[in-house]
């Protein structure tokens, strides 16, 4: 190859095939014959193949276990990427590795985050290991109603979560007034891998809801519901919808179903037991936006969501539901799935289209917004599951009834995920103006005394008890200096050490920054810092100071806020920071506490 | 130039007035302010990762980057107020925390105007150590001086040479900048061209020659001449700045406003003066 400079390592026939197998089922032939490549070579090539570079990476990573400077070869010369942007890609997730493993083993990921971390995660990993398991520590895999989690990295087998395999059980099955859940797990059951099970259900009357309303008819309707985002912004999904839809096309709509928020797993609940739903909800949004494409990025540690999805689309497809002329409306829609590999940031909208592209997940500076400059540079609607489900009752019954649904500044139901300390952990389904005290009380109430609750998320903040009676509101939240965020409520009791905790979130902030930003970069490793100090200063017995560390970390806090490019350094000392207020942490471990804190915060 | 209204903000409590088009940082240049900057270069396209150049814009709820950010009509800027100070503060700390900036002076001042305290952090903090890259006998690569703003990459990428011979790899604090594996760089894809080493902001890349000199405690810049002159090689044009110590060529750099280079040059005209000393 003449353009690009290659090294002399060469991929096996192993590596070749898994690579060609990708490229093949979305291209045609992998290779590219010169006189093809001296033709259209080059920049235009570039761009054509390199949304291919993640599956790529997938495709080796799964065939041998890790990408070798051989396999990245191969890659870099049929996708025309060069060597060391590949190399940087493949660099920035978690589950690819770039070392030869020296073992052909499945490997186990571990979730030590929270709920998990609480529930000896810790110590299933020593057992793991000890039994000659491979093994990885890993950051939160969103399924933490059923801790401690796992999820095994095949090797030349597919990826699979162990746990998907037992019946799924929703704590709220066939309760009357859920909405978004009302499909999952109720008797007799919708089948979430049959097309004609969805329909009988209902399912599509909302699509052709939206053909008798037109385009613009959907978005005002989304408008008038004032449905907001489910991810954490909370912005108004119709304002979005409406400033894509008068930009010129090509434009796209993005599902953003990397859900990777610790305490978070409503967006799998649903891809897994509604994926028609989700489906169905995205091409009324290619609809109304007037985009022809749309794409589903699933975090990769979600391999059952992803094959549920996937058989949706197909039949789907077979159903006449995508592709050209959908029901006899004229509008073509198709969707292609995307795995993540790993990486927390890509859940940030403009990081997860940089992530599509092949290119690094680092968010992109904005302005400008992805409505107007999106994936691959056009205008873009990207919602989540959760938000775009909602969409299909509004479509159904108008906006103004979603909207009487719930409170005036916080329309409809939603979903909140409860783990940690509840009698029974899961996925609960609320009308917007429920307590927390109402939402735990759902959920069997606290088991022991409770001592701090995790509202929103690793990118949330600390709540005590005192702050029951608050209303689960995007206005209730804000006006008590808290966040819904993705929806989580993780309990902790009086039994539970926060300060291990804290600092696991402080390391989770420091491992899934991308790097890019300096405030962020540097400032989410000194915050750990500050709170390895404090452990270790506790761990001898030492007085644990807290006033000029607290000084510190707010310095770090303010600056990580205001200077960072993105909300992963905006909210990455939120949590921490709510924990000293509060007291969490500081007090020393063990027996004779009594669940008051104490200590140097005081 | 553009024909297009030209755009009026306030920097600090003064109108000024900048094409459409123009940054906000044109925007304080025009209106006299001095703005730190790392990752910014005229001849770059702005990344805004180091975020040292950050400002507060009225209605803005986090700081914006002035490299990147377009100045609007009736925006209304302050950049020295309690905010700005603190994030430059903390850039410039947390720099200077992780990595040597002793050969990056204008940092050091910055760092100073706004009481940045790198050893605050104490003896504990990670840094980034890692053995010096000689591979060549043409530029060094000292990581422990790396402040990660990409503009190597950028002036290697589609910014100056479209070589693609490295890229940002890892994640988080854990982020280099590196060739594929980290294979060497003669058997990378570099081509010697040196942008990457005349953009470093840091001297984390460093001509062979200003390290050799620095090692034996030669390297005196307040003793070298810079000679403006056209690179003989080909009938591009290019313009070269010899900068010269001893009556000896220690390194060749091109004006950042030159109408041919924009400061780029290729191998020749970067490396190949040995015949002007006749060995």
Known sequence: MADLHIGVDRATVAEREAVDAVVAASLGPAVIVESDRLVRGGTARRDERRHLLLPALHALQNRVGWISPGGLNHVAEVLQVPP??????????????????????????????????????????????AGGVATHASPCLGQCERPVAEFIQGRARPDRVEADREPFALPQAGQAGLRLLRRIGRAPRVDPGSIESYVAAGGYKALAAAFGRGPDGVIEEVV????????????????????????????????????????????????????????????????????????????GEYPFATERLANAIAQATEAGFLGRGIARSGFDFELEIRRGAGAYICGEETALFNSIEGYRGEPRQKPPFPTTNGLFGRPTAINNPETLVNVLDIVIDGGAAYADIGTEGSTGSKLFCLSGHVARPGLYEVDFGATLGEVLDLAGGVVGDLQAILLGGAAGSFVGPDSLAMPLTFEGARAAGASLGSGVVMAFDSSVDLLPVVTRLAEFFRNESCGQCVPCRVGTVRQHEVLLGITADRAVGAPVRLDDRTVLLDEIDRAMKDASICGLGHTAATAVRSAIDLGLIGRPPGPGDDGHPSGGAS | MSDETPVRLSIDGNEVEVPAGASVLDACNAAGVETPTLCYAENLTPVNACRVCVVEQEGARTLVPSCSRQAEDGMVIETDSDRVRHSRKMVLEFLGSGVDLSQAPDLERWGARYGARPDRYGSGAERIEEDIRIQDD???????????????????????????????????????????FDTTLPDSACVYCGNCVAVCPTNALQFKTEFDLRQADRWKPEEQTVTRTVCSYCGVGCNLELHVQDETIVKVTSPHDHEVTSGHLCIKGRFGWQYVHGN
């Open chain 1, 224 to 299: 008038a519901s004032g449905l907001m985002g489910r991810g954490g912004a909370a912005f108004p999904t119709g304002v979005k919808w409406r400033a894509v839809a008068t930009e010129p096309g090509p434009r796209y709509v993005v599902v953003n179903a990397d859900e990777s928020e610790p305490g978070t797993f409503k967006d799998r609940t649903l891809m897994e037991n509604d994926p028609f739903a989700v489906i169905e909800a995205t091409t009324i949004a290619g609809f109304a936006t007037g985009a022809s494409k749309g794409w589903i990025y699933v975090r």
């Open chain 2, 138 to 180: 043409l530029y060094i690569r000292d990581y422990d001086k790396c402040v990660l703003c990409y503009k190597c990459v950028e002036a290697c990428g589609d910014d100056a040479q479209h070589t693609f011979a490295i890229a940002v790899a890892g994640r988080g604090f854990g982020a280099r900048i590196s060739t594929e």
């Open chain 1, 84 to 129: 060391a942007e590949a190399y940087g890609v493949a660099t920035f997730y978690e589950m690819f590795r770039v070392d030869d493993p020296g073992h052909d083993q499945d490997v186990v990921h571990v979730c030590v985050d929270g709920p998990c971390q609480i529930a000896g995660s810790a110590e299933r990993l020593a057992e793991l290991r």
